[in-house]
């Protein structure tokens, strides 16, 4: 079986804060859903395994497609560091109103509670209403006690650290950091292979039926951070073009934005692992040979450990978010 890049079949998740933008700026039909709060575009979590929807492997499951060949596709220093998971969860989320204050535990207690991964993440704003704020952390360094206390008396708001959000703006949420995508944005989600989240406050609403949505107060409590953490926005120089810029660098991840406005080789020998695209804007194709995959805005590709030198051809630009699983 030969490597090519793979687009997957997007699944629609519908929330109860989710709108219309996947629809109206992403170009992705949820009908019969009434709203689309989540994509996921790139999944191994169990229950949720992306499907190829692309060349000879089409019909194909994520996991299925790996297990055939893990080193070819995942890279054999992934594999040692990750097994033969797929260790990310790829997704765009639109918020038409908060999503809920939230936690996510880290790796250790994951696996002790669940079995799983933990949950660390990065944010990258792909449009921002007017105003538009979330929430990354606390504003203040605070003690368990302190914290309990504001929950208690409905002040949990006051204690967390809201920041403005623009087009282009980038966040890395380890996990153990409280946090929130505010009303009014739209983003790409790049984050562990994980479904493990801590609810900690949801405005007191209630859904269709009437019901509140299940609190995680204890649970979050061993996940919590409650430092306070200056800067959290990654700072980054937005007007630059035709290079590749660095995003993030993590234990789990790391990702660069490339804009440009011609085509390029890239060359990731020296990286042992496979590549995520998620194209923001533009068209382009990933091109090595006889194998070639199309991208528009919207659509995403994993490329396997085995491509090491290859093309990315375009005749009008692009914006691309590129993720990999650096040393």
């Known amino acids: 079986m030969a490597g090519y890049p793979l687009t997957f079949h ?21 009908s019969p ?31 299925a497609v790996i297990s055939e060949n893990p080193e070819m596709w995942l890279g054999k ?28 535990p880290n790796d250790a207690l994951a696996a002790s509670r669940h079995q799983g991964r933990g949950k660390s993440e990065m944010w990258y704003i792909l449009e921002a209403d007017k105003g538009a704020t979330l ?17 208690a008396e409905g002040r949990i708001m006051s204690l967390l650290n809201k920041v403005p959000a623009e087009r282009g703006d980038v966040f890395y949420i380890p996990a ?16 562990q292979t994980s479904d493990i989240t801590y609810r900690i406050y949801d405005f007191d609403r209630v859904d269709a039926q009437g019901n509140t949505r299940e609190l995680h107060t204890e649970l979050a409590l061993d996940a919590l951070d409650f ?32 804009l440009y406005t011609r085509s390029l080789v890239r060359d990731l020998s020296a990286i ?38 290859y093309e990315l051809r375009t005749e009008e630009g692009f914006e691309l978010l590129e993720t990999y699983i650096g040393e």
């Open 176 to 191: 153990g950091r409280v946090h929130t995508i505010g009303k009014g944005l739209l983003l790409a989600e790049i984050q």
């Open 272 to 309: 042992d692992s496979f590549k995520v695209y998620i194209c923001l804007e533009g068209t382009l194709e990933i091109r090595k040979g006889e194998f070639a995959t199309s991208l528009a805005k919207g659509d995403c590709a994993l490329v396997p450990a085995s491509w090491k030198v």
């Open 135 to 151: 929430i990354d952390g606390f504003s203040r360094n605070l003690s368990r006690e302190e914290y309990l206390k504001g929950l």
């Open 10 to 30: 997007t699944q629609f998740k519908d929330k109860i804060w989710g709108g219309q933008k996947i629809r109206t700026r992403l170009g992705k039909d949820f």
């Open 227 to 258: 430092s306070y953490v200056p800067d959290v926005k990654c700072a980054y120089d937005k007007s630059h073009v035709n290079e590749v810029l660095d995003l993030i660098h993590s234990p789990y991840f790391e990702t660069n934005k490339l």
């Open 77 to 104: 220093s992934v594999i040692d560091r990750f097994g033969e998971e797929f260790p990310l969860l790829i997704k765009f989320i639109d918020a038409a109103e908060d999503l809920s204050v939230q936690v996510h």
């Open 33 to 63: 859903l009434p709203n689309c709060g989540e994509t996921w575009e790139i999944s191994a979590v169990v229950g949720n395994i992306s499907v190829v929807k692309n060349g000879d492997l089409s019909g194909k499951p994520l996991d």
